[in-house]
């Protein structure tokens, strides 16, 4: 059984910085790539980052590009999320993707991912 399960989120204030982590298991994901995505209150999901499968390549969302970083340790089967001048703006569920594709074609959308995680809660106030 494939899960992926986050962990990592919290309050924060403006400005600071919060690092999330996604642990995959019941499959190797080495292969593929892998993505966050975030969903706020009211609001549609929205992608965030993503990286290929040897992390050769990141995608970033305009809105957290310069702030935020995607990694992934293939030895560990697992991708990061290293989130810096936090806004209320960053304020969603956090979720981690990977999809069975081998590639990426233009902006990563939701439908483009089979495995999601539960997400984690990334709340920035002052």
């Known amino acids: 059984q494939v899960q992926l399960v986050e962990s990592g989120g919290g309050l924060v204030r403006p400005g600071d910085s919060l690092r999330l982590s996604c642990a995959a298991s019941g499959w190797n994901f080495e292969n593929n790539p892998m993505a966050w995505f975030r969903q706020a209150p009211g609001k549609a999901r929205e992608f965030v980052a993503a990286?290929?499968?040897?992390?050769?390549?990141?995608y970033y969302a305009d809105s957290v590009k310069g702030r935020f970083t995607i990694s992934r340790d293939n030895s560990r089967n697992s991708v990061a999320l290293q989130l810096s001048k936090l806004t209320p703006e960053d304020t969603a569920v956090y979720y981690c993707a990977t999809t069975h594709r081998l590639g990426l074609t233009g902006t990563p959308t939701s439908e483009m991912f089979d495995y999601w995680g539960q997400g984690t809660q990334v709340t920035v106030s002052l």
């Open positions: 990286i290929t499968k040897r992390g050769g390549r990141a």
